[in-house]
């Protein structure tokens, strides 16, 4: 018996980002066709206010240093009267993996996550983050009865 292998080479490779800044970060959520607004916030951070499931996110910008960041955080809060308890935010946090929910000091329910860039991610990786947030978020709202 014989077993051969064939290996596709590429002659051209993903970019590699291990910091990103605002340009690069514009242009990843333009080929993504999201609608956006950038601000800064009291501390000087570069925030991204998106819409992803019909729902209000913060794209943050951390660990940054020259405009050049290593982080990226996802994060939304959810404004409402509905009485959300902490044993509805701990069973979504036992049950799923890549968020984390809590409730804010107003006792507000809160969802984010966290990409970090070192060791490397590439623009599909970050274009995954932020897609997979989008369906997180939507399954959040409904555990919460949002």
Known sequence: ???TASYAQSTSYARVYTK???????KILDSMEIDY??????TKKIIFKLRLANLNVNLRLLDCSSNQCESLQ?????S???NVTPK???EWNRKRRFTRAYLNPSQQPSIETDLS??????RANIKFFISHFRELVSKFAEHINY
């Open 37 to 42: 607004k950038q601000t800064t916030n009291a």
């Open 80 to 82: 409402t009267r509905i």
């Open 88 to 90: 509805q935010i701990n």
């Open 1 to 3: 018996m014989v077993i």
């Open 20 to 26: 990103i800044n605002s340009k690069e970060m514009k």
């Open 74 to 78: 996802l994060y939304a809060g959810f």
């Open 117 to 122: 860039l070192k060791g490397g991610k590439t």
